[in-house]
């Protein structure tokens, strides 16, 4: 079965920046499509960003659009999530999230459209 193992959480100030990577493995990546989501204590899961199996289309949440970039290197077999500017809001537990696909189009950036996913990694944007 794919894995995902996110890292590159830890405690930013905000206005500061993070990097985080999710590594995925055990299947052909570029058959995936891929998602990045957080969860905040007491909150729904919400849809940061989302990008194509081949990474030609990104979706972000409005909340997050201009500050954070997803990207993704499949010969790393890697998906990327930039965050810059953060804000005390983006903390939370931040998961990737992988979905099957033989379309080149994005899935609706929900995390129900995401069946596999990785174990978090927790943000937390405070001074």
């Known amino acids: 079965q794919v894995q995902l193992v996110e890292s590159g959480g830890g405690l930013v100030q905000p206005g500061g920046s993070l990097r985080l990577s999710c590594s995925i493995s055990?299947?052909?990546?570029?058959?995936?499509?891929v998602g990045w989501f957080r969860q905040a204590p007491g909150k729904e899961r919400e849809g940061v960003s989302c990008?194509?199996?081949?990474?030609?289309?990104?979706t972000y949440a409005d909340s997050v659009k201009g500050r954070f970039t997803i990207s993704r290197d499949n010969d790393k077999k890697t998906v990327y999530l930039q965050m810059n500017n953060l804000k005390p809001e983006d903390t939370g537990l931040y998961y990737c999230?992988?979905?099957?696909?033989?379309?080149?189009?994005?899935?609706?950036?929900?995390?129900?459209?995401?069946?596999?996913w990785g174990q978090g990694t927790q943000v937390t944007v405070s001074s």
């Open positions: 999230a992988a979905k099957r696909t033989i379309l080149t189009v994005v899935p609706a950036c929900t995390s129900d459209e995401y069946p596999t």
């Open positions: 055990g299947y052909t990546m570029q058959y995936y499509a």
């Open positions: 990008i194509t199996r081949g990474g030609g289309t990104t």
